[in-house]
């Protein structure tokens, strides 16, 4: 009787994780990088995943290039063992494999948590709010003139405690509307909801960063959903 419960059980859960992936579009075929935009020798396919080569100097992203999402859900897979990393949404490309936009950040435990905006220049006026948006545990409103505040929802070791260095872990990114959600280990990490007038974006470039100078970074099992207008 206890087997014919447990497979009933597994039957079902099954079932709901079919009907959660359902929509879904994957964004990487396990084989190459076709669809993926990268800078010579800076990213390789190894064994079906995404990994960040560290032979390149200077910072670098490798963009997806089968459109500009709105309004969607991303899932994937990393592993971080070394540097600095990130996945950059709802992002403008600027050319030379460089974008510029808000980017969840990939890297040592301490530092998880934090959405932040990639390239904006040190003299930019907004650059003190946006460059470093949040950390983990935070919820960070902008307003259309451009200031931000953040609110503790939690604290941020407890938070952070859910990411482990040097192994796989999950991520998914919710964009609806302004609102921009980061969850890693199925642990929500940090909420930005972004009504800047002149910075915030509605759609934009996906891409993975590597942030040069030996990083080591992988991905796999990427995976998308847009929402229908």
């Not at 609102?179 to 929500?188: A, L, S, T, W």
Request: aromatic fraction near 10%; charge should be negative; hydrophobic fraction near 40%.
């Amino acid at each position: 009787m206890k087997n014919t419960i447990s497979i009933i059980i597994l039957f079902f859960t099954a079932l709901l994780h079919a009907d959660e992936e359902s929509d879904f579009v994957p964004l990487f075929n396990g084989n190459d990088l076709e669809g993926w935009d990268s800078k010579p020798e800076s990213w390789e396919v190894r064994d079906g995943e995404i990994w960040c080569t560290g032979a390149s100097k200077e910072r670098n992203w490798l963009i997806w290039r089968g459109g500009e999402p709105a309004d969607f859900v991303l899932r994937l897979e990393f592993r971080w063992d070394k540097g600095n990393s990130g996945v950059q949404v709802r992002s403008d490309d600027l050319g030379e494999w460089q974008v510029f936009g808000s980017q969840v950040e990939i890297a040592r435990q301490e530092v998880m948590g934090l959405w932040h905006h990639s390239l904006i220049d040190k003299e930019h006026p907004k650059r003190e709010a946006r460059f470093l948006m949040t950390t983990a545990g935070e919820r960070a409103v902008i307003v259309k003139d451009g200031t931000r505040t953040n609110t503790k929802l939690k604290e941020s070791a407890e938070v952070q405690a859910h990411y482990k260095e040097h192994e796989w872990n999950s991520m998914e990114i919710i964009a609806k509307g302004n609102r921009i959600v980061q969850k890693i280990n199925g642990v929500h990490f940090a909420t930005l909801i972004d009504r800047d007038a002149e910075m915030s974006r509605a759609k934009g470039f996906i891409g993975f960063q590597d942030h040069g100078k030996g990083c080591t970074v992988a991905f796999r099992n990427i995976r998308l959903k847009e929402s229908r207008p």
